[in-house]
């Protein structure tokens, strides 16, 4: 299934039903008086998160409306309320309204349910609008109209590792080698055309999830390249990984593979840029790579991964690293929530 992360849909909520106009008409009850029975409610348009993974379901059908409550009838019997119709989104959807650009719903938990479009009011029968001088009266509320709405739905992937760089820099081969994920992987620029998840089986607590964000270029966030649209998937990743291919490095400027994707991430969005990172230099089984490294590694000053991914030399070192790392975030997370204060 093709990748899809944005969508754009028209939900209308049902409309209430119309309220009963109706008098009691029995033998021996001359003067019944009005039993005309209330209208149900239309149904809400709810969006529910679910494990999706994509937006695709949203290509065959974009308009969606929820059903009309029912009319009111004698003998003081209610309509039928309209059911609800949900909407499986995954998570990490953000809704906002296609006409003014207001975002109205960030969906990020798993089984969350948020009432997008709210169905009108059912009308009142006939009876209570009955009083003292006025005993027969012969109208009723007719019913609400639900809410409609223009939506546009993006998604940004939740993961909790996040592999960035410049194309063809072994990405793809990286997730690949630490995860069940099978990407395309071929020896030309953006073979990875969307974004890709991997599971990653840690031994030092729960399993992770690592993506695969397509190369990005200089320009990218102004739509250069695969353009900025991957680049929000980013956002939300609580770890970076900047695959850097130490074959290809510059002798005159080692570091232009790693400030170009820099520069990019700080143009989008500075708070990227403070995520915490691994860098990795890649391709370690071909022989201009050691140089490419050690030019690097000496400019750089900080601590960095030297490995194959398609090879698979070092991988798995790097995977106990990734785990390690992920593990130590759980852990102050979770501090971090046990030192909240409550309220009281």
Same mark, same amino acid.
């Given at each position: 299934m093709r990748f899809i992360d944005e969508a754009k849909l028209f939900v209308r909520a049902g409309d209430g039903g119309s +309220?009963?106009?109706?008098?009691?008409?029995?033998?021996?009850?001359?003067?019944?008086?009005?039993? +005309?029975g209330d209208a149900g409610k239309g149904g809400d348009v709810v969006l529910t998160v679910t494990s999706r993974r994509t937006l695709a379901h949203f290509r065959g059908k974009t308009r969606f409306e929820a059903e009309r409550g029912g009319n009111g009838a004698g003998n003081q019997r209610s309509g039928k309320n309209g059911a609800d119709l949900a909407i499986e989104v995954p998570p990490g959807t953000l809704v906002k309204d296609a006409d003014t650009g207001e975002l109205i719903a960030d969906l990020v938990t798993p089984g969350l349910s948020f009432v997008v479009a709210r169905g009108g009011r059912g009308g009142k029968g006939n009876k209570h609008f009955a009083t003292a001088t006025h005993r027969t009266p012969r109208f009723a509320q007719p019913g609400e109209p639900g809410e409609e709405k223009n939506l546009l739905l993006e998604l940004k992937l939740l993961a909790d590792v996040g592999l960035i760089g410049l194309p063809n820099a072994g990405k793809s081969s990286l997730i690949a080698a630490i995860s069940a994920a099978k990407p395309a992987i071929a020896a030309y620029p953006f073979t990875t055309l969307v974004p890709n998840l991997g599971v990653v089986e840690s031994p030092y607590g729960e399993p992770f999830v690592a993506a695969d964000i397509p190369g990005l270029i200089e320009g990218a966030h102004t739509g250069q390249g695969l353009g900025d649209r991957f680049l929000r998937h980013i956002e939300r990743t609580r770890l970076l990984v900047h695959v850097i291919d130490a074959a290809a490095i510059p002798e005159n400027d080692p570091l232009a593979p790693y400030r170009v994707v820099r520069n990019e991430l700080l143009a989008y969005n500075p708070a990227l840029s403070e995520k915490p990172e691994i860098v990795v230099l890649n391709k370690s089984d071909i022989p201009e790579a050691e140089a490419g490294y050690r030019a690097f590694v000496n400019q750089f000053g900080r601590e960095t991964v030297f490995l194959s991914a398609l090879g698979r030399a070092g991988t798995h070192d790097f995977m106990l690293l990734l785990s390690r790392r992920i593990a130590a975030m759980d852990r102050e997370d979770k501090?971090?929530?046990?030192n909240e204060p409550t309220e009281e």
């Open positions: +309220g009963c106009v109706s008098f009691r008409r029995e033998k021996f009850v001359p003067r019944g008086g009005p039993d +005309g501090k971090s929530r046990e």
